[in-house]
């Protein structure tokens, strides 16, 4: 799974990284340890008066669709093998689609002595994960929710643990972003698939210090956090 991420840039970086219009995203403050119901930035696309739109909005981690009960599941992960036909994300697959903007995440192997944490990351500045979103009504405001799509593990990556976010390369963010159902799911999902093998291949980890084990004391705006330990 992917339980915590790090995102460094600022929203106009982003925008421009990803050939955006703006969006809500003026008050997101970079970190390098965004956790589950954290805020976090988001790539997606809408259509209005027949006018496409791509937008950096601000999300919180954790999706819960617009016809999900208060109190229920808020799901940070959707796997890829089921997020076609599960009901939980089978309506954001088809019509709701993000992408996650993230420098690297992070994962824990158990050792004798407590937890490792692992930074994975990329020759890239910045990844683009594979994401679902959902936006409810929420008193006057919208509150928009995403989750990030999740595959098995390849190379660097699996060596750290069996799962990883599906990872998208720019020759493919237009098909995923683009607001159209999508009508033919197996095509889709052999997209993501072929898109994030390649982008596995690039993928290296180091571990990093134990501080970024507790998310309530580690420092999110220190760069220190993702940087490997000493030989």
Request: glycine share 6%; charged share 25%.
């Given at each position: ?43 997606r696309e809408r259509q209005h008066d027949g006018t496409v739109a791509r937008s950096v909005d601000v999300a919180a981690w954790g999706l819960k669709p617009a016809w999900s009960k208060p ?161």
């Amino acid at each position: 799974m992917c339980g915590r991420f790090a995102m460094n840039k600022e929203a106009d970086d982003l925008i421009a990284a990803f050939v955006a219009e703006g969006g809500n995203a003026e008050d997101w403050l970079p970190s390098y340890s965004i956790a589950p119901t954290d805020p976090a930035p988001i790539v997606r696309e809408r259509q209005h008066d027949g006018t496409v739109a791509r937008s950096v909005d601000v999300a919180a981690w954790g999706l819960k669709p617009a016809w999900s009960k208060p109190g229920g599941p808020a799901p940070i992960n959707a796997r890829l093998e089921s997020v076609a036909s599960n009901g939980m994300f089978r309506g954001a697959f088809a019509s709701q689609r993000c992408i996650v903007p993230m420098n690297g995440y992070y994962e824990w192997q158990k050792r004798a002595d407590g937890k490792q944490p692992f930074y994975l990351h990329a020759d890239t500045d910045v990844l683009a994960a594979a994401g679902l979103y959902s936006a409810r009504k929420e008193g006057d405001d919208w509150a928009v929710t995403f989750t990030i799509i999740t595959r098995e593990a390849r190379d660097a990556s699996g060596e750290v643990h069996d799962r990883m976010p599906v990872f998208l390369p720019p020759d493919v963010w237009d098909d995923w972003l683009r607001p159209e159902k999508i009508t033919a799911p197996d095509e889709a999902l052999g997209m993501l698939d072929r898109a994030s093998t390649a982008v596995a291949a690039s993928m290296r980890s180091h571990p990093v210090d134990r501080a970024v084990n507790n998310v309530r004391t580690v420092n999110r705006e220190d760069p220190r956090v993702i940087a490997p330990l000493p030989e």
